[in-house]
């Protein structure tokens, strides 16, 4: 054995313990370069398999897609190099699934361009006989966000009768998009049956049930049935906000504050959040928290000229004592949402972000 490949060896052993972060995505980097310049092709591409997901978690996914291609075509040329064909599979529909589900996340990225990293995820589930039940519930999110509520109807269908394998998404995951298109459907009361479910077992899982509870709590602000909208958001809070991925229920929550009073919790959530937007590349994320946090500096400057804040990201004007002109910051992150949805709008041929905005206008 080379130095070299003693050193790839070291190497990949190291990235497998380590966590995401800046340094695992530079040693991701390091392993791919020393892997391509000693030609080991099958560290080349399990070197690129880990660095997609590096660049997909440590908030740079659009570098994610080529090396996701990269990974497929170099699969494609020399299979099973691992002597592994079961685990290729499951990579590769992993991949795939990975570059689709970053290029609808980002409205940079064209519509043609998701359609086509789409029918490529539908390549790798036929030619390698798994990833069908995933395959649908992506495709059902693609016509989601294009407003195709026949196609998201059919594909809801066949991913509920799709057999679970080796690539599927957990239960929870599962469950709560399977919510969310019924939401979509309007089978409101199915899609709540599935969130009490998995509130009386217990069962989270990152984004579920938050993001389902955060559209019911919405619409329930939307219809002023403040009832409904309290339930939902005292459930929300089973438990707290503290990541970025959290940012999508924090924008819900701060509607919630603005619709019953804009007090100081209302400050303390939107000070502990701001931070977690500066170069944030989740647009998504970003848009339902720049539209909750514009609800309640607005609420607030009916009352209060002033909100005292840490430095908001991106904001030009930083007062250096802290205190924001409210009514000039809620314009300021209304102007974000609207310039944001109004992205992903022109790029879906859809309005779906757009119907939001007008929602919480009338709300």
Avoid at 121 to 146: C, D, I, N, P
Avoid at 304 to 320: G, N, S, Y
């Amino acid at each position: 054995m080379t130095e070299e490949q003693i050193t790839l060896d070291r190497m990949q052993k190291e990235l497998r313990e380590m966590p995401s972060s800046p340094r695992r995505l530079g040693l991701c980097q390091e392993f791919v370069a020393l892997a391509d310049r000693e030609q080991a092709r099958a560290q080349q591409i399990s070197g690129r398999y880990d660095l997609a997901w590096a660049y997909a978690t440590a908030g740079d996914p659009a570098k994610a897609l080529p090396v996701c291609a990269e990974f497929l075509q170099m699969q494609k040329e020399t299979p099973n190099t691992s002597g592994d064909p079961h685990l290729e599979a499951v990579l590769a529909v992993n991949i795939a699934c990975l570059a689709c589900d970053l290029a609808c996340d980002l409205p940079q990225i064209p519509l043609e361009q998701c359609d086509a990293l789409l029918m490529e995820f539908r390549r790798q589930v036929r030619t390698h006989g798994m990833g069908e039940r995933l395959w649908q519930s992506y495709a059902g999110k693609v016509a989601a966000m294009t407003g195709d509520l026949r196609g998201l109807a059919d594909h809801l269908s066949r991913f509920q009768a799709a057999p679970r394998d080796d690539t599927s998404d957990c239960e929870v995951c599962e469950a709560g998009l399977t919510a969310r298109f019924m939401l979509a459907l309007g089978r409101k009361d199915e899609a709540i049956n599935i969130a009490v479910e998995l509130l009386k077992q217990g069962k989270y899982c990152g984004e579920e049930p938050w993001t389902l509870l955060a559209i019911l709590t919405e619409d329930a602000l939307n219809r002023r049935d403040l009832d409904a909208a309290e339930r939902y958001a005292t459930a929300m809070l089973i438990q707290p906000v503290e990541r970025p991925a959290d940012l999508r229920r924090a924008g819900t929550l701060l509607r919630m504050e603005a619709a019953f009073g804009a007090g100081e919790d209302g400050i303390k959530l939107l000070a502990k959040c701001l931070p977690w937007t500066e170069n944030l590349w989740d647009q998504r994320l970003l848009f339902y928290f720049y539209l909750g946090a514009a609800d309640f500096c607005q609420a607030h400057s009916v009352q209060h000229t002033e909100i005292k804040l840490p430095p908001v990201p991106a904001f030009a004007d930083r007062p250096e004592n802290g205190l924001y002109d409210c009514s000039a910051l809620a314009r300021w992150f209304w102007d974000r949402a609207e310039e944001i949805g109004g992205r992903f709008d022109r790029r879906n041929g859809y309005p779906n972000y757009g119907r939001q905005l007008r929602a919480v206008r009338r709300s």
